[in-house]
């Protein structure tokens, strides 16, 4: 039963460039969470998708960032014009259908540096 | 602003020691907190949680405690291990938040001397 399937682990772009993340949930969750982290921080809350539908995006940036998690497929988050301020490590999180936050499974992260 | 804060950035202790990591939260209403651990180059392994309605839960070697009444958290671990350093995050369930919208405190460094 694989975890929490996160890729790539490391991404480096330019600035103006767009940056592509993308998560796996644990086989048979429905719930994906993406947190970003800054050095020497805790993680912050960004966005809250089931399938097909975002729940919650109240911690994402109105502009440049979006996120998806489509019927098929791994959730995705979008960066487009990264800026040096994006560079940070992002962590995506998975539970079962219905479960609280007790229930999060987190991934290994993707780094991104912006250059 | 930040809800959720920690006193004591790093931590050392020696092997078999016991350790007590500590949190400070902000928001009253707030009902329910996690622990996690994050090793070097992973996400958060989930601990140990606790509701509001609890002053203490006990798991394996870890204790969590509840204080209310100063909205004060701590993270006990007994008997200390080589394989506990990490840094640790306490975690509020964000109020009236959507599920899976934690706020994390900034973190303590665990490490622990053989």
């Known amino acids: 039963n694989a975890g929490v399937m996160q890729n790539p682990r490391h991404l480096v772009r330019r600035r103006g460039q767009e940056a592509r993340l993308r998560c796996s949930p644990m086989k048979g969750h429905s719930h994906v969470y993406w947190y970003r982290q800054l050095p020497e921080e805790g993680l912050k809350f960004m966005v809250y998708?089931?399938?097909?539908?975002?729940?919650?995006e109240s911690g994402m940036p109105k502009e440049r960032f979006s996120a998806e998690f489509p019927k098929e497929g791994p959730s995705i988050l979008r960066i487009q014009q990264v800026v040096r301020g994006d560079s940070a490590a992002y962590f995506c999180?998975?539970?079962?259908?219905?479960?609280?936050?007790?229930?999060?499974?987190f991934g290994s992260g993707t780094q991104l540096s912006v250059l | 602003g930040e809800s959720v804060g920690l006193h004591l950035p790093t931590l050392s202790v020696q092997e078999g020691d016991n350790s007590i990591i500590n949190c400070a939260y902000s928001?009253?209403?707030?009902?329910?907190f996690i622990w996690y651990k994050q090793e070097s180059g992973k996400g958060p392994q989930f601990i140990i949680d606790?509701?509001?309605?609890?002053d203490k839960r006990q798991g394996q070697r870890v204790t969590v405690l509840l204080n209310k009444t100063v909205k004060h958290l701590s993270l006990q671990i007994a008997a200390t291990q080589p394989g506990d350093s990490a840094v640790y995050f306490c975690a509020e369930k964000n109020y009236g938040g959507s599920q899976g919208n934690l706020i994390f405190g900034k973190g303590t460094k665990l490490s622990v001397k053989p």
């Open positions: 998708l089931q399938k097909e539908n975002i729940i919650d």
């Open positions: 606790i509701r509001s309605n609890m």
């Open positions: 928001n009253s209403a707030s009902d329910y």
């Open positions: 999180a998975s539970s079962p259908s219905g479960q609280g936050p007790e229930k999060l499974f």
